[in-house]
């Protein structure tokens, strides 16, 4: 791809796609690592004498959330770019958002707009109309075809990748093309519904694949283990059944029982009253052992219930000997980018900002954005 820092953008009008999609509690932001991971695109527009264009979503509003307002983000903006940042809504109107060189102006919640998601190709050709030159940086989105990440592609007189873009695409291909073997993936989290697909793709590619979590709630039950009242998902048990023995499932977890008791247990006592919601001591001593000689390591979604201290030190044991280990390791997702910061551990090869990006990537080796953009390549 040909990226920010291949072309001459000096006084140029850019817009720039980031990826502004930060955990909110409580209407107050609680993570701002995808806006940090962005600036260094943002700072080099701007030392160009550039105008630059935000435009990002934020959740998945409803009826215009005002509560999910981009507007949250503009006193981070300003203090790590060191300057004021304008905001506009003239994206509801399909008006022309007005930049001056060296200026910033960070446009509303573009999922407010229905166009957006629905990839509309008029909508898609008036962002496009907005600047010169775009700029795809939202790594974390570049596996959704919206307006914004996809359609605005092809009605652009030029788009290029921006550093933290280029960046994600480099590490991930340095963790899955010709890797240095033994390759382990950790894959855990609540949600499933795109990683057991992504588990039939890893077994192609990696040594060994171990499991936590929700998803691996669904394939013990598959292998023919009770969970109990665990979590799991019926709707993917044919697809677990088709993965569950060749992956690593865990052998023993820590449940809370019929008498609401914290207990650890081998996995085949597991009583119709237990639920899963970490991994016992033997899985973890398992695990951390093939950790130990891993030369590429993929990790992505906690290994448990980690918002209960309770059940976190599954995790907090693998994330340290990750953290730990020799080889090049990569991790990327939501909710293993929240547990990491919570822990404090962060000696990671490389911390990707994408989630279902960084699961479709593994998967594929490509994405839709990245598609599109080699069309530019001179």
């Known amino acids: 791809m040909l990226c920010i820092n291949n072309i001459n953008i000096k006084d140029k009008k850019i817009l720039i796609r980031v990826d502004f999609n930060i955990p909110i509690v409580n209407n107050e932001i609680v993570d701002i690592s995808k806006i940090e991971a962005s600036i260094v695109t943002i700072k080099y527009a701007l030392a160009q004498n550039a105008g630059v264009i935000l435009i990002s979503h934020l959740g998945d509003p409803v009826?215009?959330?005002?509560?999910?307002?981009?507007?949250?983000?503009?006193?981070?903006?300003?203090?790590?770019?060191?300057?004021?940042?304008?905001?506009?809504?003239?994206?509801?109107?399909?008006?022309?958002?007005?930049?001056?060189?060296?200026?910033?102006?960070?446009?509303?919640?573009?999922?407010?707009?229905?166009?957006?998601?629905?990839?509309?190709?008029?909508?898609?050709?008036?962002?496009?109309?907005?600047?010169?030159?775009?700029?795809?940086?939202?790594?974390?989105?570049?596996?959704r075809k919206h307006a914004s990440t996809y359609g605005i592609l092809n009605y652009a007189k030029l788009a290029v990748a921006g550093l933290l873009l280029q960046k994600e695409v480099v590490n991930l291909q340095q963790a899955l093309i010709n890797p240095n073997r033994p390759i382990v993936a950790i894959v855990g989290g609540a949600k499933i519904t795109t990683k057991l697909t992504i588990l039939k793709s890893l077994l192609r590619t990696v040594d060994y694949l171990m499991v936590g979590g929700v998803i691996a709630n669904t394939c013990l039950l598959a292998a023919g283990y009770k969970i109990g009242k665990s979590t799991c998902d019926l709707n993917f048990l044919?697809?677990?059944?088709?993965?569950?023995?060749?992956?690593?499932?865990?052998?023993?977890v820590l449940v809370v029982n019929k008498h609401n008791a914290v207990e650890q247990k081998d996995i085949e006592l597991i009583d119709d009253f237990d639920c899963i919601l970490d991994l016992g001591s033997k899985t973890v001593k398992k695990y951390i052992k093939l950790i130990s000689i891993a030369k590429t390591i993929l990790w992505n979604g906690p290994l448990g219930k980690y918002e209960d201290v309770r059940f976190i030190n599954g995790t907090k044991l693998l994330a340290e000997a990750v953290s730990n280990s020799n080889g090049f390791s990569i991790i990327g997702g939501g909710d293993t980018l929240a547990v990491v910061e919570q822990l404090k551990i962060n000696k990671f090869s490389y911390i990707s900002t994408g989630g279902g990006a960084f699961l479709e990537f593994v998967e594929q080796h490509n994405l839709p954005m990245l598609d599109l953009l080699n069309k530019f390549i001179k």
């Open 238 to 252: 044919r697809i677990a059944k088709e993965v569950c023995s060749n992956i690593l499932l865990p052998i023993d």
């Open 63 to 143: 009826n215009q959330d005002q509560k999910l307002s981009l507007q949250i983000v503009l006193p981070i903006l300003e203090r790590l770019l060191k300057i004021p940042v304008l905001f506009s809504n003239n994206l509801f109107n399909c008006l022309p958002v007005f930049v001056e060189n060296n200026q910033v102006v960070l446009c509303e919640n573009i999922r407010f707009i229905e166009a957006e998601k629905q990839n509309n190709p008029e909508f898609a050709r008036y962002l496009a109309s907005l600047a010169e030159i775009v700029v795809m940086d939202a790594f974390a989105s570049a596996h």
